[in-house]
């Protein structure tokens, strides 16, 4: 697709849109972190990119604690 599912997760974390092009290189980056099987519940998931925002200088402000 053209990105709708990841800007839409994006949206939903409430990504301000100047930071959505670091959101996508963050995620496509990690891609195997995030999804490392077919498994992978939506928790694991979430967790494992709140963890990698979470280290991420800029995407860091979006994390909650």
């Known amino acids: ?5 990841l800007d ?5 974390l409430e ?3 100047a930071d959505r092009g670091a959101f996508a290189r963050l995620t496509q980056t990690n891609f195997d ?5 077919d ?10 990119l709140s963890m990698l925002m ?3 200088e800029q995407l860091s402000i979006y ?3």
């Open 33 to 37: 972190a995030l999804f490392p099987s």
């Open 15 to 17: 990504i301000d849109e």
């Open 39 to 48: 498994h992978v519940t939506s928790n694991e998931m979430l967790t494992t």
């Open 54 to 56: 979470s280290r991420d």
């Open 63 to 65: 994390v909650r604690s």
């Open 8 to 12: 839409t997760l994006a949206t939903l």
């Open 1 to 5: 697709g053209g990105g709708e599912n």
